[in-house]
């Protein structure tokens, strides 16, 4: 028989976590820091709603664009929270998460042969989802000294004549570093130099704590190649529902569009209903787990510095990313020691690409009393090593 | 009163028991200044006491709750305070509020039994000057107090590693 698997499948790496995953699943009081999901319930008027509207049988097809008053909801909510102005009817797809916006995102612009540079860590899905289009991912590492910012003269380096686009995400997976209006201005200047376009996954902007997001469309003259990715996965805890959205200027969200309407159709019909809620009567609810995920991360990261784990404070996201160098173990040999002898389990900076190694990502999606507890028992592993 | 006060009252709403330590690292404070804030806070009466919240059922006791509603004649001058006054000393009353509505005050009392708060009512309440009429509501059960609910939910379930 051949190997029917396609060059490109045997091409993209398998999941950095997978092993981690199996060990795991072999132990017990494991304290997790390794999900990258809020842990609260979505809230309950979300849910009700979307109860209610499959009550009333509202479980066909939506549009392939999704829901209007969603899309209507989105504009209004874009404008208001991030001066962003996209006219819902040409300029907003409803996808299934940002995980899809991003994979037509990719195909919608990616020829073969297109290098497509990308700031990491980030998260693992941008490089594969280049490969599988075709295109070849360049890694832009975001270092430490920089404070995980996209520092403009490595980007310069990276820039070829081949390359296409450039994807960012900020607030950062795994590094909670964040970009502001002058950060991204100076990547602006290159970007716009040099004729890229810029696919901006920005899921975590609603998790900004020192200052407010500044999306990157709004910046300089980026709208008009700029794809901004959102969704509700991490501000309203709605992981599970699956709907993120996609804006751009017409001309690129058609060719999206067309991507959508073949390989997904529509976002899925309950979620999209609970998203219209969500934008609706969930503010409150938001702005209460913003400001819990603000205080676990104080207290967190101060923990981490205090057990001599140096960590810099992170703007954005809900995850710490320390650096574990100073141990002498490896970001992977780390995390692997701390599962199995502390059963405290965190992911290996090096699984999010360049610039990541060396470091540790801690989600602080977790209650405060896991988080003491877990300090509580990276101390001791680390006390254990200095022996 | 500033931005961080109002941070302190709100952790402290939620969970008064943490120690000034961790209260500290979360509000970028140190422990000397929450605790100069928490006794001014105090001291000012805004924030009025510190209590736990307890599932009574559930410890065994029978005590009997009810909430009663009230029909009062305002006073010249003094509107309903003197009557409200006059209520929050028995200790029988755990709350009492001024509502708009059919009623103007409610009181939730509680007492060892029915015959208890029934007594409680008739006696002290209903005979009260400028008390017009009572409605009285006996609670059968409570699922929620201030914030917390009173049934279990399952624990919610998330993959141990996700990217």
Known sequence: ?387 | MDEKDLELLRILEENSRLSQEDIATMTNLTTGEVAARVQALEAARIIQGYSTVINWEKAGNDEVAAIIELKVSPERDFGYDRIAERLCRFRQVKTLRLITGTYDLQIIVTGKNMQDVSRFVSEHVAPMDRIRETATHIVMKTYKENGNAFFEQPEMERLPYSP
């Open chain 1, 1 to 387: 028989m051949r190997n029917f698997i396609s060059g490109r499948a045997t091409e993209i790496p398998p999941s950095g976590i997978r092993k981690f995953f199996d060990l795991v699943l072999t132990m017990e009081d494991v304290i997790s820091l390794g999900v990258g999901e809020p842990d609260f319930r979505t809230p309950w008027n979300i849910c009700e709603s979307s109860i209610y509207s499959i009550e009333q049988g509202t479980t066909s097809y939506t549009s392939n664009r999704g829901l209007q008053t969603l899309r209507d909801g989105l504009s209004r909510h874009l404008e208001h929270s991030y001066n962003l102005r996209y006219d819902s009817n040409n300029e907003i797809i409803i996808t299934t998460g940002v995980s899809e916006g991003l994979d037509i995102a990719v195909r919608a612009i990616t020829d073969p042969g297109d290098e497509i540079l990308i700031g990491q860590p980030c998260y693992v899905s941008y490089g594969p989802c280049v490969t599988l289009a075709g295109g070849m991912p360049v890694p832009v590492p975001c270092v430490e000294k920089d404070h995980f910012k996209l520092n403009p003269d490595t980007l310069a380096e990276k820039i070829t004549k081949k390359s296409k686009a450039l994807i960012i995400s900020f607030p950062n997976n795994p590094t909670g570093a964040v970009m502001t209006e002058s950060d991204l201005k100076a990547i602006a200047d290159l970007v716009i130099d040099h004729d890229l376009l810029l696919i901006s996954d920005e899921v975590y902007s609603e998790l900004s704590y020192e200052k407010r997001h500044c999306s990157a469309a709004t910046v300089s003259d980026l709208r008009e190649r700029t794809i901004t990715l959102n969704g509700f996965s991490k501000a309203y805890a709605m992981t599970g529902w699956r709907i993120g959205y996609l804006c751009a200027p017409k001309q690129i969200c058609d060719a999206a569009l067309k991507i959508h309407q073949y390989v997904m159709l529509c976002a899925p019909t309950m979620g999209q209903v609970g998203a219209v809620e969500a934008l609706r009567s969930a503010e409150e609810d938001k702005n209460s787990m913003v400001n819990e995920y603000r205080l676990r991360r104080n207290l967190f990261v101060a923990g981490l510095n205090r057990i001599g784990l140096p960590c810099h404070v992170p703007e954005g996201a809900f995850y710490a990313f320390p650096s574990v160098e100073k141990t002498g173990l490896s970001d992977v040999e780390f995390a692997e020691q701390l599962l199995k002898e502390q059963r405290v389990a965190v992911v290996p900076g090096s699984v999010f690409g360049e610039g990541g190694a060396g470091h540790i990502r801690c989600a602080y999606a977790v209650s405060r009393e896991k988080l003491n507890e877990a300090l509580r028992r990276m101390e001791i592993f680390i006390g254990g090593l200095k022996l």
